[in-house]
C-alpha cells in the first residue's frame, strides 16, 4: 500500500470548514483512499473513502486530484466533537488498514 | 446502525496469566480483524479471519495468540502467556468480504483496555 503523509497537527475554529490534506504521491490505480479517525482512545471512526471522484456523505466530502497523488478531506462545518486523530489511508483490495500517525485536528471554540 | 461490540471494555491481569477479548462483529459481516494500540503509539493490525480461518496476520501475531469464531456470532482473541508489553488496546473490526467499492470499509469496536500487571 501507498505511503501517506499528513500534517501532524492542525486547528480549526468551531464552525468553519476543516481541510485535511493528504499526500499519497505514490499511490497505485487500484488503491482507495480510506479516512478513519479516532477520537481520544476510541475504536477508530470510518468516515469516508474514495477511488478517482469526489464523494460526499452525511459526514464529509473527499476531494482527489486528478492525479491521485493528493487528497482533501473537508468537514464542512466543525464542531468541538469533531476534535480526534483524522487517518488517510491508501489501501489495495484485500489488504489491512496501515495507520500512520494521521493529523491530530484540534476545534477551537 | 448496527455497530461492533466489544467485551469486556477493561480487564486487568497478571502477568502470564491466559485472557480472551471477546467481540460481536455486525451480523451480516463475514471478514474479522484484531488491531491493537500501545498507548501513544498507531494503530496495528494484528490478524484478518474469514472463513473459519487465518486469511492474513501480522509479525506481532505470535504464538502467544489465537483467534476463533467460537459460534455464530462472538469472535475471541486469546493471549496465552500474557507479558508486559501486551498492555494496550485491543480493536476488533469487521467488514463484508471483498467484492464491491463498499464491501469492504471496516467498521471498529470500542476496543478492550488491557493491562498486564
Known amino acids: 500500500d501507498a505511503k501517506t503523509t499528513q500534517p501532524p497537527s492542525m486547528d480549526c475554529a468551531e464552525g468553519r470548514a476543516a481541510n485535511l490534506p493528504c499526500n499519497h504521491s505514490?499511490?497505485?490505480?487500484?488503491?482507495?483512499v480510506y479516512w478513519y479517525r479516532q477520537i481520544h482512545s476510541q475504536g477508530p471512526q470510518y468516515i469516508i473513502h474514495?477511488?478517482?471522484n469526489n464523494e460526499t456523505n452525511e459526514m464529509a466530502s473527499l476531494i482527489i486530484t486528478e492525479d491521485r497523488k493528493s487528497s482533501t478531506l473537508i468537514l464542512p462545518h466543525a464542531t468541538l466533537r469533531d476534535t480526534a486523530v483524522y487517518y488517510c489511508?491508501?489501501?489495495?483490495?484485500?489488504?489491512?488498514?496501515?495507520f500512520g500517525t494521521g493529523t491530530s485536528l484540534t476545534v477551537i471554540p | 446502525e448496527p455497530e461492533v461490540t466489544q467485551t469486556p471494555s477493561h480487564q486487568v491481569t497478571q502477568m502470564g496469566q491466559e485472557v480472551i477479548l471477546r467481540c460481536v462483529p455486525i451480523?451480516?459481516?463475514?471478514?474479522f480483524y484484531w488491531y491493537r494500540q500501545i498507548l501513544g503509539q498507531k494503530v496495528e493490525f494484528l490478524v484478518s479471519?474469514?472463513?473459519?480461518?487465518?486469511?492474513?496476520k501480522s509479525e506481532i501475531f505470535d504464538d502467544q495468540f489465537s483467534v476463533e469464531r467460537p459460534d455464530g456470532s462472538n469472535f475471541t482473541l486469546k493471549i496465552r502467556s500474557t507479558k508486559l508489553e501486551d498492555s494496550a488496546m485491543y480493536f476488533c473490526?469487521?467488514?463484508?468480504?471483498?467484492?464491491?467499492?463498499?464491501?469492504?470499509?471496516?467498521?471498529f469496536g470500542p476496543g478492550t483496555r488491557l493491562l498486564v500487571l
Open positions: 473490526a469487521s467488514s463484508l468480504p471483498p467484492g464491491g467499492q463498499y464491501q469492504e470499509t471496516q467498521y
Open positions: 505514490t499511490i497505485s490505480g487500484n488503491e482507495y
Open positions: 474514495g477511488l478517482k
Open positions: 489511508i491508501a489501501r489495495t483490495t484485500g489488504n489491512q488498514f496501515y
Open positions: 451480523s451480516n459481516h463475514l471478514y
Open positions: 479471519f474469514y472463513n473459519n480461518e487465518i486469511s492474513e
